[in-house]
């Protein structure tokens, strides 16, 4: 069992930046896949960023790609979401999620977190 907890959510200007934090707990190992998804009002799930728990390979969605980083420190147990240069589009429920494989399929993770609220202002 993993146990995953979010935060560092909040409400930011336009062109702001935030760090969104994902506490580990359990039985993640270096084969994990630590991913970020988020929801939008009346919207689905969709993919925002994944990595190894190894630090290996990270991929983004399109839409996110230069300007969010996905990280990790071992040492705390958590995965991080640097996001700069946000747009209110970016106005979601961010969750973070662990899973097998290394892909942008919410279907695919087996673990979630409860969600943190992220609200860019125009």
């Known amino acids: 069992q993993v146990q995953l907890v979010e935060s560092g959510g909040g409400l930011v200007q336009a062109g702001g930046s935030l760090r969104l934090a994902c506490a580990a707990s359990g039985s993640i190992t270096s084969r994990h896949a630590m991913g970020w998804f988020r929801q939008a009002p009346g919207k689905e799930r969709e993919f925002v960023a994944i990595m190894k728990w190894s630090g290996s390979t990270q991929n983004y969605a399109t839409s996110v790609k230069g300007r969010f980083t996905i990280s990790r420190d071992h040492a705390k147990n958590t995965v991080y979401l640097q996001m700069t240069s946000l747009k209110p589009e970016d106005t979601a429920v961010y969750y973070c999620?662990?899973?097998?494989?290394?892909?942008?399929?919410?279907?695919?993770?087996?673990?979630w977190g409860a969600g943190t609220l992220v609200t860019v202002s125009s």
């Open positions: 999620a662990a899973g097998p494989h290394l892909v942008s399929d919410a279907g695919a993770m087996d673990y």
